[in-house]
Protein backbone atom coordinates (compact mmCIF):
# COMPACT_ATOMS: atom_id res chain seq x y z
CA UNK A 1 0.00 0.00 0.00
CA UNK A 2 3.10 2.38 1.02
CA UNK A 3 4.77 1.48 -2.45
CA UNK A 4 1.40 2.15 -4.14
CA UNK A 5 1.20 5.67 -2.51
CA UNK A 6 4.47 6.23 -2.95
CA UNK A 7 4.99 5.09 -6.54
CA UNK A 8 1.75 7.44 -7.40
CA UNK A 9 4.02 10.63 -5.71
CA UNK A 10 6.79 9.68 -7.62
CA UNK A 11 4.86 9.93 -10.89
CA UNK A 12 3.10 13.64 -10.25
CA UNK A 13 6.27 14.72 -8.91
CA UNK A 14 7.80 13.66 -12.41
CA UNK A 15 4.94 14.80 -14.67
CA UNK A 16 5.31 18.22 -12.91
CA UNK A 17 8.91 18.67 -13.38
CA UNK A 18 8.25 17.97 -17.30
CA UNK A 19 5.59 20.34 -17.26
CA UNK A 20 7.69 22.95 -15.49
CA UNK A 21 10.61 22.31 -17.79
CA UNK A 22 8.48 22.91 -21.19
CA UNK A 23 7.09 25.53 -19.67
CA UNK A 24 10.32 27.46 -19.21
CA UNK A 25 11.20 26.92 -22.52
CA UNK A 26 8.53 28.67 -23.79
CA UNK A 27 6.20 25.50 -25.27
CA UNK A 28 2.44 25.75 -23.48
CA UNK A 29 1.66 23.15 -21.62
CA UNK A 30 -1.38 22.63 -20.01
CA UNK A 31 -1.41 22.34 -16.12
CA UNK A 32 -5.01 21.16 -14.12
CA UNK A 33 -6.22 23.43 -11.22
CA UNK A 34 -5.08 20.16 -9.03
CA UNK A 35 -1.66 19.71 -10.17
CA UNK A 36 1.45 20.24 -7.57
CA UNK A 37 2.07 24.28 -6.36
CA UNK A 38 5.05 24.56 -8.28
CA UNK A 39 3.74 23.84 -11.82
CA UNK A 40 0.91 26.11 -11.32
CA UNK A 41 3.42 28.77 -10.30
CA UNK A 42 4.83 27.59 -13.33
CA UNK A 43 2.30 28.17 -15.51
CA UNK A 44 1.12 31.62 -13.78
CA UNK A 45 4.65 32.67 -15.28
CA UNK A 46 4.44 31.54 -18.61
CA UNK A 47 0.83 33.14 -18.79
CA UNK A 48 1.79 36.28 -17.11
CA UNK A 49 4.78 36.91 -19.38
CA UNK A 50 2.13 36.63 -22.30
CA UNK A 51 -0.49 39.02 -20.26
CA UNK A 52 -2.71 36.29 -20.81
CA UNK A 53 -4.26 37.64 -17.03
CA UNK A 54 -7.70 35.89 -16.66
CA UNK A 55 -6.48 32.79 -17.33
CA UNK A 56 -3.42 33.24 -14.54
CA UNK A 57 -6.05 34.79 -12.01
CA UNK A 58 -7.86 31.42 -12.46
CA UNK A 59 -4.93 29.22 -11.31
CA UNK A 60 -4.28 31.65 -8.44
CA UNK A 61 -6.85 30.64 -6.33
CA UNK A 62 -5.95 26.92 -7.01
CA UNK A 63 -2.52 27.58 -5.66
CA UNK A 64 -4.29 29.77 -2.23
CA UNK A 65 -5.33 26.18 -1.86
CA UNK A 66 -2.78 24.22 -1.88
CA UNK A 67 0.20 25.85 -1.96
CA UNK A 68 2.81 26.68 0.71
CA UNK A 69 3.05 30.41 1.47
CA UNK A 70 6.68 31.34 -0.61
CA UNK A 71 4.60 29.90 -3.72
CA UNK A 72 1.65 31.73 -3.24
CA UNK A 73 3.21 35.10 -2.64
CA UNK A 74 4.97 33.92 -5.51
CA UNK A 75 1.88 33.59 -7.61
CA UNK A 76 0.40 37.19 -6.35
CA UNK A 77 3.32 38.82 -7.25
CA UNK A 78 3.50 37.31 -10.96
CA UNK A 79 -0.05 37.77 -11.12
CA UNK A 80 0.70 41.60 -10.12
CA UNK A 81 3.27 42.24 -12.20
CA UNK A 82 1.56 41.29 -15.29
CA UNK A 83 -0.77 43.34 -14.19
CA UNK A 84 0.98 46.55 -14.37
CA UNK A 85 2.80 45.33 -17.26
CA UNK A 86 -0.78 46.17 -18.58
CA UNK A 87 -0.90 49.48 -16.94
CA UNK A 88 2.52 50.88 -18.45
CA UNK A 89 1.49 49.69 -21.97
CA UNK A 90 -1.88 51.29 -21.70
CA UNK A 91 0.10 54.43 -19.77
CA UNK A 92 2.58 54.13 -23.31
CA UNK A 93 -0.57 54.35 -25.55
CA UNK A 94 -1.75 57.87 -23.38
CA UNK A 95 -5.20 55.72 -21.90
CA UNK A 96 -4.13 57.04 -18.63
CA UNK A 97 -7.63 56.81 -17.40
CA UNK A 98 -7.60 52.83 -18.70
CA UNK A 99 -4.58 52.21 -16.81
CA UNK A 100 -6.34 53.43 -13.07
CA UNK A 101 -7.68 49.80 -12.63
CA UNK A 102 -4.64 47.65 -13.75
CA UNK A 103 -2.27 49.35 -11.28
CA UNK A 104 -5.33 49.50 -8.31
CA UNK A 105 -5.36 45.55 -8.68
CA UNK A 106 -1.73 45.28 -9.43
CA UNK A 107 -1.15 46.65 -5.69
CA UNK A 108 -3.91 44.81 -4.73
CA UNK A 109 -1.97 41.70 -5.39
CA UNK A 110 1.35 42.96 -4.20
CA UNK A 111 -0.07 43.51 -0.63
CA UNK A 112 -1.05 39.98 -1.05
CA UNK A 113 2.40 38.51 -1.47
CA UNK A 114 3.28 41.16 1.49
CA UNK A 115 0.87 39.55 3.52
CA UNK A 116 2.02 36.05 2.69
CA UNK A 117 5.99 36.88 3.03
CA UNK A 118 6.60 40.52 4.68
CA UNK A 119 10.00 40.00 3.59
CA UNK A 120 9.37 39.92 -0.53
CA UNK A 121 11.80 42.72 -1.53
CA UNK A 122 10.92 42.54 -5.18
CA UNK A 123 6.98 42.78 -3.88
CA UNK A 124 7.72 46.16 -1.87
CA UNK A 125 9.81 47.64 -4.32
CA UNK A 126 7.00 47.39 -6.97
CA UNK A 127 4.17 48.07 -4.87
CA UNK A 128 6.16 51.10 -4.31
CA UNK A 129 6.31 52.03 -7.91
CA UNK A 130 2.71 51.19 -8.82
CA UNK A 131 1.88 53.14 -5.41
CA UNK A 132 3.50 56.12 -7.00
CA UNK A 133 1.75 55.93 -10.48
CA UNK A 134 -1.74 55.96 -8.67
CA UNK A 135 -2.30 57.13 -5.34
CA UNK A 136 -4.44 55.78 -2.92
CA UNK A 137 -6.77 58.61 -1.98
CA UNK A 138 -9.96 59.09 0.10
CA UNK A 139 -13.30 59.06 -1.68
CA UNK A 140 -13.52 62.79 -3.34
CA UNK A 141 -17.02 63.32 -5.64
CA UNK A 142 -15.16 64.58 -8.62
CA UNK A 143 -17.81 67.22 -10.00
CA UNK A 144 -15.64 68.72 -13.23
CA UNK A 145 -11.58 68.52 -14.15
CA UNK A 146 -9.66 69.32 -11.76
CA UNK A 147 -12.25 70.48 -8.99
CA UNK A 148 -12.64 68.08 -6.11
CA UNK A 149 -14.83 68.04 -3.35
CA UNK A 150 -13.80 67.51 -0.10
CA UNK A 151 -14.15 68.67 4.00
CA UNK A 152 -10.86 70.32 4.19
CA UNK A 153 -10.83 68.16 7.13
CA UNK A 154 -10.63 65.01 5.50
CA UNK A 155 -8.67 66.41 2.46
CA UNK A 156 -5.25 64.21 1.83
CA UNK A 157 -1.91 65.68 2.97
CA UNK A 158 0.03 64.01 0.50
CA UNK A 159 -1.55 65.10 -2.63
CA UNK A 160 1.15 65.85 -5.49
CA UNK A 161 1.37 69.02 -6.90
CA UNK A 162 3.62 72.56 -7.00
CA UNK A 163 3.45 73.70 -3.80
CA UNK A 164 2.81 77.26 -3.00
CA UNK A 165 5.40 79.86 -1.36
CA UNK A 166 8.20 79.50 0.85
CA UNK A 167 9.20 76.73 2.79
Known sequence: MATAASLIDWR???????????????????????????????????????????????????????????????GHYLLANALLRKAFDQIQRS??????????????????ALQLAPEYWDAKYNLDVAARLVRDFPDFERKSGDELSADPKKLWTDIPGKP????
Not at 55 to 66: F, G, K, Q, T, Y
Not at 95 to 112: D, H, I, M, S, T
Not at 164 to 167: A, D, I, S, V
Request: charge should be neutral.
Open 95 to 112: ELEGANPFVNLAKREYRQ
Open 164 to 167: KGLP
Open 12 to 74: GAVDANDAIDSLRQGRDVAVDANARPEALVARMAFLSARSEIDRARALIEALDRSGSIELRAR
